[in-house]
């Protein structure tokens, strides 16, 4: 009985990674940055993971509690390369997660079940109450992605922006 709990549980927490698989415990204090060997180079609809020396711009993104991001369009060329710096100016964490309306949608839904849950991936940041973030991303496919703050009630209150890769 014990060792068919543990498979059980073992085959929940296969089920919940499988669904997300960047899900950690969540907290309060800030990522450490990654170096550019730690940052995986893996393909998404909306770009990949950038070098810090193909940087063509650097791009500031203000986060607040009123649930919104400034700025909320941004504009990429096709295969540019944009550095974005975070400044988190309230009292409750935020994030950027860049990604399609639908992944956007079902990754704020799973964190509607798992509020908990803390993503590490090149095309997301978290950054504490007042604090500082950053991302590289390099926009290889063009057309129109979003980027929003999945921490649950803040999507939904419409802290997301859109992004427009023109080529």
């Given at each position: 009985m014990?060792?068919r709990?543990?498979?059980l549980?073992t085959?929940?927490?296969?089920?919940v990674l499988?669904?997300h698989?960047t899900?950690?415990?969540?907290?309060?204090?800030?990522?450490?940055p990654?170096?550019?060997?730690?940052?995986?180079?893996?393909?998404?609809a909306?770009?990949?993971?950038?070098?810090?020396?193909?940087?063509?711009?650097?791009?500031?993104v203000?986060?607040?509690d009123?649930?919104?991001f400034?700025?909320?369009?941004?504009?990429?060329?096709?295969?540019?390369t944009?550095?974005f710096t975070?400044?988190?100016?309230?009292?409750?964490?935020h994030?950027m997660v860049i990604?399609?309306?639908?992944?956007?949608a079902?990754?704020?839904?799973?964190?509607?079940?798992?509020?908990?849950?803390e993503?590490?991936?090149?095309?997301m940041?978290?950054?504490?109450?007042g604090?500082?973030?950053?991302m590289i991303?390099?926009?290889?496919?063009?057309g129109?992605?979003?980027?929003a703050?999945?921490?649950?009630?803040?999507?939904?209150?419409?802290?997301?922006g859109?992004?427009?890769?023109?080529?």
């Amino acid at each position: 009985m014990k060792n068919r709990r543990r498979f059980l549980a073992t085959g929940l927490a296969a089920g919940v990674l499988a669904l997300h698989r960047t899900a950690f415990a969540h907290g309060g204090a800030e990522h450490a940055p990654k170096r550019a060997a730690e940052v995986p180079k893996e393909q998404q609809a909306w770009g990949i993971a950038g070098d810090e020396k193909a940087v063509s711009r650097t791009i500031p993104v203000v986060m607040t509690d009123e649930m919104r991001f400034v700025p909320d369009r941004i504009e990429a060329r096709l295969g540019e390369t944009i550095r974005f710096t975070h400044e988190n100016r309230g009292a409750v964490m935020h994030e950027m997660v860049i990604g399609t309306p639908k992944t956007l949608a079902e990754h704020a839904e799973m964190m509607q079940r798992f509020p908990e849950m803390e993503h590490d991936e090149p095309w997301m940041t978290h950054v504490a109450p007042g604090g500082r973030g950053e991302m590289i991303w390099t926009f290889n496919r063009a057309g129109e992605f979003q980027f929003a703050c999945l921490i649950p009630g803040h999507f939904e209150a419409g802290m997301v922006g859109t992004i427009k890769v023109v080529g």
